[in-house]
């Protein structure tokens, strides 16, 4: 795969041990790194793409998968940072590619990357069907799908679907995995950026986690 190997080209001279064994360390030694850090990354990439173009967008399925497979942790973020770059030809039908990155290999990181990243924007982009994928996200067993469904929104501001937000933390309130409760704190303090009043008094009148409220009321309080 053409692309895969300009990746790789580019990256294995661009590597720094010092960096990786940080990087690694950062996210408890699950994954390996080259030590590339982020914008040295996506300068990369971009050059990558100044001299060659982009891949076919046909073609992302099956890069996605390839450099999912990679060890080293840089190739899933130039997935994500790939994708992006295709937000005009994103089709309904890739949703099965975005829950494959959010479900494998799968860590605060990369979710919340391809979350923040792609499956936010698509969401947004694809109005009107979103409410059944986070809905089945929501009811998942997958932890990390639930924390999709809880912080899609996240950059929403006025365009917030209010009332989906309140059910899917409240529907996981009583969750207590750390990182289900921090995505809910998450979720409430960006959305208090836009309606502070409202998130105050949901957090008060309904029982959340000591983090999830302490996490949502950082910038109110």
Known sequence: MRYHTLLTTAFTPAANPVNAAAMKQY???????????????????????AAHGLPDFAEMP?????????PEREYQ????????????????????????????????????????????????????????????WCNSDNMWLQ???LTFQNGY????????LYQYILQHAHV?????????????????????????AFVNRHPLAPLSKREALKRID
């Open 27 to 49: 996210l408890r030694d699950q994954f390996e790194f080259l030590g590339i850090k982020t914008p040295e990354r996506r300068n990369i990439i971009k050059a990558l793409k």
């Open 62 to 70: 099956a890069l996605i998968r390839v450099l999912w497979e990679k």
């Open 77 to 136: 973020y130039a997935a994500i940072d790939l994708m992006q770059y295709f937000h005009k030809q994103w089709t309904p039908a890739d949703i099965h590619v975005l829950e494959y990155m959010i479900t494998h290999k799968s860590w605060w990181d990369s979710v919340d990357g391809v979350i923040a990243f792609v499956a936010g924007p698509w969401l947004k982009k694809f109005q009107g069907t979103d409410a059944a994928i986070t809905n089945r």
């Open 147 to 149: 924390r999709a469904a």
């Open 157 to 164: 501001k006025q365009h917030t679907n209010e009332a989906l």
């Open 176 to 200: 207590k995995e750390f990182f289900i409760q921090k995505a809910i704190g998450w979720a409430l303090r960006e959305y208090s950026k836009t309606n502070p009043e409202g998130v105050k």
